[in-house]
Structures are given as C-alpha cells and as structure tokens.
Nanobody, 120 residues
C-alpha cells in the first residue's frame, strides 16, 4: 500500500503565500503523475495542478500564474507553491498520486487533505 503525507495548509491573509508538500511512501515502483485537487464546501472536487514524471504540468485556469507545482522524483514528493492567494482559494487541498506498484498495476492514492483558508 501507499501513503501520502501532506503538510503546509493553514490560515493566511489574502495576497499571502503558502507552500504545500506531499510525500508518497510504500510499495512504489514509480509514480506517473502527482498533483493537487481541492474541494470547497458545497462544490465538487476539482483539479488544481498535476505534474508528470517528465515534468509536464497542467494547471486549472483559476490558478495559472499564481501557483507553481513541482516534484522531486527521488523523494516521491510533490509541492504546490501558492502565491497571491485569494479568498476563493479557500478549500481542502488533497494530494493525489498515480502509482505503479510492483505488480505493474496503476492505482490512485489520496492524502488526507489539508485545510487552506484565505481571509479577506
């Protein structure tokens, strides 16, 4: 099994900065994609950013130019640098990893979620 351990969520003023991190551990042969989703109250979970093992990144339009996703393949860790935060960024942020295990199977794993609250 695989575990994702997140850190970095907190309360911050509008215009501020947070850096989220998520480290994957367990039975991992490789990770094809790692990324972040978020879910605000009453809304569906949405993609924020994903990054492939080769460094290709997709961002939600709402965060382009403000958020930067990166990863350290050697550490199985993904980061989300969040600048110029807005109240509408308030959500629970979930780490996601698409893992290839030693049987060759592809499986999705999720972190427990970390709360990001941006005050106006």
């Amino acid at each position: 099994q695989v575990q994702l351990v997140e850190s970095g969520g907190s309360l911050v003023q509008a215009g501020g900065t947070l850096r989220l991190s998520c480290a994957a551990s367990g039975s991992i042969l490789s990770i094809t994609h790692m990324g972040w989703y978020r879910q605000a109250p009453g809304k569906q979970r949405e993609l924020v950013a994903i990054i492939s093992s080769g460094g290709r990144i997709n961002y939600a339009d709402s965060v382009k130019g403000r958020f930067t996703c990166s990863r350290d393949n050697a550490k199985n860790t993904v980061y989300l640098q969040m600048n110029s935060l807005k109240p509408e960024d308030t959500a629970v942020y979930y780490c996601n990893a698409k893992v290839v295990d030693y049987s060759g199977s592809y499986k999705d794993y999720w972190g427990q979620g970390t709360q990001v609250t941006v005050s106006s």
